[in-house]
């Protein structure tokens, strides 16, 4: 019924702003109820959907919270759970079947609340099923199935699906799906255009980065929406960072994202993006909390998962190499791999966007290491380099566009900044300037040292002291417009018949790999 409901609505005489997200749900693990969706939709596509809704959501009766619950847990670990709230809450909990997730569900059931899990599963691993013996998701979803059943929490599975990717333009930009669009019911389509977005950003030799834009679009954007009928108090998940709520319930009161208890395990540079509408439902239970704490609450809670292994990839990808899904979408197509300092012929390559500036695996160069240094995206060229992190090709000043404030508007004093250009405990203490260009903000940020990471695509995330209050897509570096490549390099990149250029050169030892050796043998 699902798929039949969602091809009527985009039917070509459909409206798109007309989509109901409350579609998203099937295959509950509880008995379905029949919900009508009543909004301002046009007579023609409003309709009444069959989703699973689980049967605490039914029930009128709210557990009260008992002392009992958090006899044996000190009570520092609920502190970002929302203990002192007036009444038990109704949670709904984002489960991917990792530790952390296991863990800030429990914290937020001993804490007295009541917990519905949320499993997303992702279109794009659909996509590959037929790559691995098993679904990629079927490990993931036990393990919640295992988590939720020792504490009887009922567990919803949540579909997202790229059926109808194919029919929206690839080359939407960021700015189209500002916070000025309020219609809840574009978040599904949002969905499918961020997975464009990101595509599109590959072919043009940029990087994006997906868990910033997962995390605004899927996580805490379409799926908020999509349960905003079912009287959630809140959306809780296990990233690590802190959301400071007001005491009073005043609507004009704000919230505020601050960093978590672990620096190094900091997630506030991936929740940056957030709006304040989608930061005051947020929960995050684990931002008061070290890591190896949350592996010692995993083995005390007894969880079916207490030993496996963080994620490292891309959180709406799940087992999935970026490569693979890159692949997957864009295709390859082989071009040729230039020094940037000789323009000699180094080898080949399976297609510039599966390269990023800084890159250093996956060149199947000798004599390294070699970085990425640049990329003609016209003629599918990847410039090299020995000499990435030569000091004078640092850069300490970049535009940054496409601006979300936190809090609505931007700090009064923006003198006085600190930033991070990417997920980690790095800061830098910055000034950002803004000014029109066009119809949009563009700041310069001027940082106080160098740092040669910058990459177009990639966001900035923005700090008054420990307080997040929002980001901004890195344009360009201003004082450095790119690696120095030479002239040879870049002719040789304009050439139509590659071939003409026969084999790889050979690789010769840097020179200082030559004194180093000598110095070995002298020895």
């Not at 940029?206 to 954007?221: A, E, H, Q, S, Y």
């Not at 709520?245 to 900091?266: A, G, R, V, Y």
């Not at 300490?396 to 601006?403: I, K």
Request: glycine share 6%; hydrophobic share 35%.
């Amino acid at each position: 019924m699902l798929r039949t409901t969602m091809a009527a609505l985009f039917h070509p005489t459909t409206k798109l702003y007309s989509l109901p997200l409350k579609a998203f749900f099937s295959h509950s693990i509880h008995k379905p109820r029949r919900l009508i969706i009543r909004q301002s939709y046009p007579r023609a596509v409003r309709t009444t959907l069959s989703i699973n809704t689980p049967r605490s959501l039914s029930s009128t009766a709210v557990p009260q919270i008992s002392n009992d619950t958090i006899s044996d847990l000190d009570n520092s670990y609920l502190s970002c759970s929302m203990p002192n709230s007036k009444r038990p809450l109704k949670i709904a909990v984002l489960l991917s079947g990792g530790v952390d997730s296991s863990v800030a569900l429990r914290l937020l059931h001993a804490a007295g609340h009541s917990c519905t899990a949320f499993y997303l599963k992702i279109w794009f691993q659909e996509d590959f099923e037929n790559f691995w013996s098993e679904c990629p998701w079927e490990e993931d979803l036990k393990y919640a199935k295992a988590v939720c059943n020792q504490v009887d929490v009922p567990l919803e599975v949540v579909h997202l699906t790229d059926e109808y990717w194919d029919k929206v333009v690839s080359n939407t930009p960021l700015d189209a799906f500002s916070h000025h669009h309020h219609h809840h019911q574009w978040n599904l389509l949002l969905t499918m255009l961020q997975v464009s977005y990101l595509i599109d950003e590959y072919k043009r030799g940029r990087t994006p980065n997906p868990d910033v834009l997962c995390n605004t679009r899927i996580k805490f954007g379409a799926f908020m929406d999509a349960i905003s009928n079912m009287d959630f108090d809140f959306v809780a998940s296990g990233h690590y960072a802190k959301v400071i709520h007001p005491i009073t319930d005043e609507t004009n009161e704000l919230s505020f994202l601050q960093l978590s208890k672990d620096m190094l395990k900091d997630q506030t540079y991936f929740l940056s993006y957030l709006s304040q509408a989608q930061l005051k439902r947020l929960v995050l239970p684990l931002g008061c909390i070290p890591k190896d704490e949350v592996r010692r609450l995993a083995r005390k809670f007894d969880l079916p998962n207490q030993e496996r292994k963080d994620s490292q990839g891309i959180c709406f990808l799940g087992k999935i190499k970026f490569s693979e899904f890159v692949g997957r979408h864009i295709g390859e197509k082989e071009g040729i791999l230039l020094e940037a300092e000789t323009g000699d012929f180094l080898g080949s390559h399976r297609g510039f966007w599966f390269y990023t500036i800084g890159q250093r695996q996956g060149l199947g160069l000798a004599g390294g290491p070699w970085y990425v240094v640049e990329k003609d995206v016209k003629n599918n060229v990847v410039f090299v380099s020995r000499n990435y992190y030569s000091v004078d090709k640092r850069r300490r000043s970049f535009r940054v566009g496409s601006f979300r404030w936190i809090s609505g508007s931007p700090p009064h004093n923006l003198n006085h900044l600190r930033c991070k250009v990417r997920h980690g405990p790095v800061f830098y203490d910055c000034s950002l300037h803004i000014e029109k260009d066009g119809n949009e903000n563009i700041g310069t940020v001027q940082l106080p040292e160098d740092d040669q990471g910058l990459a177009a695509g990639q966001f900035a995330a923005f700090y008054e002291e420990e307080v997040c209050v929002g980001s901004g897509v890195i344009l360009e570096s201003w004082d450095d417009k790119g690696f120095p490549v030479c002239d040879k390099a870049r002719d040789i990149a304009k050439m139509e018949d590659k071939s003409k250029l026969g084999k790889p050169v050979k690789i010769k030892p840097k020179p200082e790999d030559c004194l180093r050796d000598s110095v070995v043998r002298l020895v």
